[in-house]
């Protein structure tokens, strides 16, 4: 918080809409291995993420099966993390600025002084 009357603080919240649906695992596992992670742990997530049998019950209905290679399951421990771990490298470019994540949620926030957004607006446009 700041004493400063010419000070403020902006923020945009900022929720992705089917997050872990939008995930294509070629660029996941372009990501581990920047960051280091082993050739085999890299072949075992691409395995998880791709061919996925899906189909539908709803009562003893049961839908036709599709198979996915995009996305992570939801409500899986392993999605979240390689989510956060996709998207790591978003960071603030100003230092007046601070990008805050959780799983799918980003929060842009941006300490405003003497009434200039430009850092604040150009971390939101670029995001």
């Given amino acids: ?3 400063n009357k010419d000070t403020y603080v902006r923020m945009l919240f900022i929720d992705f809409s ?6 294509i695992p070629q660029h996941v596992i372009e990501k581990l291995s ?3 992670l082993n050739t ?3 072949n075992w997530i691409l ?7 899906l189909s539908v ?5 049961l839908s036709s099966t599709t ?7 939801q409500g899986c421990v392993l999605s979240l993390l390689l989510f956060t771990l996709l998207t790591h490298d978003c960071a603030a470019m100003h230092s007046s600025n601070h990008i805050v994540k959780f799983a799918d949620d980003t929060t842009v ?18 995001g």
């Fill in 40 to 42: 085999s742990l890299c």
């Fill in 34 to 36: 920047l960051l280091g």
């Fill in 109 to 126: 926030v941006g300490l405003i002084s003497k009434n200039d957004e430009s850092a604040y607006r150009e971390e939101v446009r670029s």
């Fill in 57 to 61: 019950r709803i009562g003893n209905s």
């Fill in 47 to 53: 395995d998880f993420l791709t061919g996925r049998l």
């Fill in 67 to 73: 198979t996915l290679s995009t996305g992570a399951p």
């Fill in 18 to 23: 089917s997050a872990f649906n939008t995930i």
């Fill in 1 to 3: 918080m700041s004493d």
